[in-house]
């Protein structure tokens, strides 16, 4: 166990930096950006991207303007070819004569949303399907200071300019181009006698659809016919429009599901940071873990791991508590009686009785240097398991080279019989800490064999299972006098002993088999004691079984 834990309560841990900003009480370090705003901030981010995409991408509707685009050429061939026809003269020179052009354009009809403009080879204006119909383009003018004459006064909205930049993207070079391009020339290249369309902008900003077709009665380009569509930017906004459901709807749905991600992940997580900070700043009181068992989910894990987390922390702030108690009783029994002595010793009278005494100091500090070794290898016990990597052994292997240790260094005492399993006997685990269980074993084994007779120390290794998974078990069986049935599960205890008549007072700690127990059950094992019996019924020794998970692939 790491005994080292210290409990703090401090207003500011010391290894924070002095310029951090301490929490108030009660409130974790990390409650801003709380996660819920950073939900809805993604989700509202994405959404708005999206929203944004779909409207950028309206202004560059290929489809539309180009079904524009092939209506406004067919009227303007049908119109190019009744002027070539009925407006124009060869002889001596081909020319456009402008009143029958404009007598033809005022019979013909026109739609309210296109305007047909007839120019003659000069580029001088000879109609205009507006002035002949009375009606008449008003330009605002821009305020004093504003724009210069001549200049571009752009009208339309900033929101519709920004999102035309976006869609300006997806624009290919020529159509680019082409919205630069003014009716001046885009009419010198129908003079040269090539059809040219596309989107330009006016001055106010407006986008318009034109198609300029030359006038052409055999060879000679006469003319140039130009017809303008003016409602392209009012279908745009109709589309935009008809976009607003959906982009509502998809708002609405966004923010629930955000309301449902905060209700659903951010809340617990704040309870349980919560109640983690609670548990910190409660100096060793337990603080109970929200419940979240009904969920099914990583959330209703990470509850149960905190939960498990804490009381396991709980159990080991417990046990250092009780072990700091047993240690201090242990240790203070060997004080005791080394202060007695040490009192009685001046009044002693003969030498006889100083040597008693002595022999009594002499044993309690012995006793004090093994407990206090002994102590010291517990509390270091859990730090070294948990530093010790694991690594697959032959378990079989190990206690064969322990017997074959025990029987070279041992010249008396029971005989060891070791019987190994046919083969490996492979486990994963940490070799070393283990075969301390396997000596501590051993040892209390030998503290119980009979003295007065020949016996001998079993030890056994067997597959097994254990929580339905493979497993090795080891059993270790003495001969001795067997455990009193009530104490079968004290033995583990720390500081317990209870050792046979004639043994010497103090040589044991108690800590062997409590050692045992808390390195098997850190390799995931079981551990008890029970007594062996014969055919009679009568104890005929003790046995301790150890089981342990196999590795992997056994």
Do not use: C
């Not at 995409?53 to 070819?81: F, P, W």
Request: overall charge neutral; aromatic content about 6%; hydrophobic content about 45%.
């Amino acid at each position: 166990m790491a005994w080292g834990i210290a409990i703090r309560n401090p207003e500011r841990p010391s290894d924070e930096p002095a310029g951090m900003r301490w929490p108030k009480p009660g409130w974790p370090r990390w409650s801003a950006p709380r996660l819920a705003q950073i939900i809805l901030a993604a989700n509202g981010f994405a959404l708005l991207i999206l929203i944004v995409g779909m409207l950028a991408v309206s202004e560059t509707r290929r489809g539309l303007v180009d079904a524009k685009i092939d209506a406004l050429r067919a009227e303007g061939e049908l119109i190019a070819n009744v002027l070539a026809e009925g407006a124009a003269e060869s002889d001596p020179a081909p020319v456009l004569l402008g009143d029958e052009a404009r007598a033809i354009l005022r019979q013909l009809y026109v739609p309210q949303d296109v305007r047909v403009r007839i120019f003659d080879k000069g580029v001088r204006t000879v109609a205009d399907s507006h002035l002949l119909s009375s009606r008449f383009d008003v330009v605002p003018l821009p305020d004093i200071g504003e724009g210069g004459a001549g200049g571009v006064n752009d009208q339309r909205p900033v929101f519709t300019r920004f999102l035309e930049g976006i869609g300006g993207v997806f624009r290919t070079r020529e159509e680019r181009d082409v919205l630069r391009r003014s009716l001046r020339e885009e009419v010198d290249i129908a003079i040269l006698g090539q059809t040219t369309s596309g989107v330009r902008r006016q001055e106010d900003g407006t986008r318009v659809v034109s198609v300029s077709i030359p006038i052409q009665p055999v060879q000679a380009v006469v003319g140039v016919v130009t017809l303008e569509s003016f409602d392209l930017d009012a279908l745009i906004a109709s589309e935009r429009r008809a976009l607003l459901p959906f982009i509502v709807i998809a708002a609405v749905v966004t923010i629930l599901s955000s309301l449902m991600l905060t209700v659903f992940i951010a809340r617990p997580i704040r309870r349980l940071a919560v109640a983690a900070h609670e548990a910190r700043m409660a100096g060793g009181k337990r603080v109970e873990m929200p419940h979240l068992e009904g969920r099914r989910d990583e959330i209703g894990e990470l509850g149960l791991a905190l939960h498990a987390m804490t009381e396991a922390l709980y159990d080991r702030m417990d046990a250092i508590e009780q072990f700091a108690a047993d240690v201090a009783h242990e240790l203070k029994n060997p004080l005791t009686s080394i202060r007695s002595a040490v009192e009685t010793l001046p009044k002693a009278k003969d030498d006889e009785r100083r040597a008693r005494l002595l022999a009594v100091i002499q044993s309690d500090v012995k006793r004090l240097d093994r407990l206090i070794t002994d102590i010291s290898r517990a509390s270091r016990l859990d730090a070294e398991l948990a530093r010790e990597d694991t690594a697959r052994f032959d378990f079989a292997a190990l206690l064969k080279d322990i017997v074959e240790s025990y029987r070279d260094a041992r010249q008396t005492g029971p005989d060891l019989v070791f019987e190994p399993v046919a083969g490996s006997a492979m486990i994963e685990g940490r070799a070393g800490p283990l075969g301390q269980v396997v000596r501590n074993l051993i040892d209390n084994a030998v503290t119980f064999a009979p003295k007065d007779r020949a016996s001998r120390i079993k030890l056994r290794v067997f597959r097994d299972h254990r929580n339905g998974l493979p497993a090795w078990t080891l059993t270790v069986e003495d001969e001795g006098p067997g455990i009193p049935e009530e104490n079968l599960e004290t033995v583990f205890k720390r500081f317990y002993t209870d050792r046979p008549k004639g043994a010497a007072f103090g040589t044991h700690s108690g800590l062997g088999l409590a050692i045992a127990r808390q390195i098997v059950k850190a390799h995931g094992g079981a551990i008890h004691a029970e007594n062996r019996k014969g055919d009679d019924g009568h104890v005929r020794g003790a046995r301790f079984v150890v089981t342990l998970p196999a590795a992997r692939g056994e």
